[in-house]
């Protein structure tokens, strides 16, 4: 099973409707709040400026589409 890591803030409707989806379909993932110290630095890291961004496994997805999270969840 790969890994999913949800980067995320407070008050953002994209972010809470992939939490959702993830409680909803049993999914464990992994959130990192971007506004605290140790989930700024990490999302840095990965080199984006706005979220959600959602890493399966080594990839990366920018935003939250379904169908796309679906395909690399399922690959």
């Known amino acids: 099973m790969k ?11 994209h972010c809470d409707t ?26 840095r890291r990965a080199n984006f400026r706005s979220v959600p961004v959602i890493k399966v496994g080594e990839q990366y997805l920018q935003g939250f589409k379904l169908s796309a999270f679906n395909k690399l969840y399922n690959d």
């Open 18 to 43: 992939a939490k959702t989806y993830f409680e909803k379909n049993n999914i464990p993932y992994r959130l990192c709040n971007v506004k605290t110290a140790a989930g700024q630095k990490e999302f």
């Open 3 to 13: 890994k999913i890591v949800l980067y995320s803030m407070s008050n953002c409707p």
